[in-house]
């Protein structure tokens, strides 16, 4: 189709500006406000915004095992240095998962709410 932007990514979230605010500790996007949500901008074109929960939020298995909760995406985000963006990330709050896959192209963390996400070499 012609014309398809992504115009926000939305995340239910247990507390939502604490999440914002742990995100743009890790990639130094501005918090901002978005359908009165904590949000995040990043260069004008995207935001990723993090919606209150009005249900139990149960985080993901990771690694991940059959017949318990599944992650149902995360973000991939490119760092110049790995091992020092992992120990940023731990001392906004992040925690290093044992399992990891990536060798020396990326490290798994869990965000403070369980969801993993990934600091990749560029």
Request: charged share 20%; proline share 10%.
């Amino acid at each position: 189709m012609a014309g398809v932007n992504i115009g926000s990514i939305a995340i239910d979230s247990v507390n939502p500006k604490k999440l914002r605010d742990f995100y743009a500790g890790v990639t130094g996007w501005e918090p901002a406000t978005f359908w009165g949500s904590p949000a995040l901008a990043f260069g004008g074109k995207l935001v990723v915004v993090f919606i209150p929960c009005d249900f139990d939020y149960i985080p993901p298995v990771w690694p991940e095992e059959p017949g318990q909760q599944q992650k149902q995406m995360h973000f991939d985000f490119e760092v110049d240095d790995v091992p020092s963006a992992v120990q940023d990330a731990i001392a906004l709050g992040a925690t290093k998962p044992e399992s990891q896959y990536g060798g020396e192209q990326w490290v798994t963390l869990l965000d403070p709410e369980g969801r993993p996400f990934c600091l990749c070499a560029k």
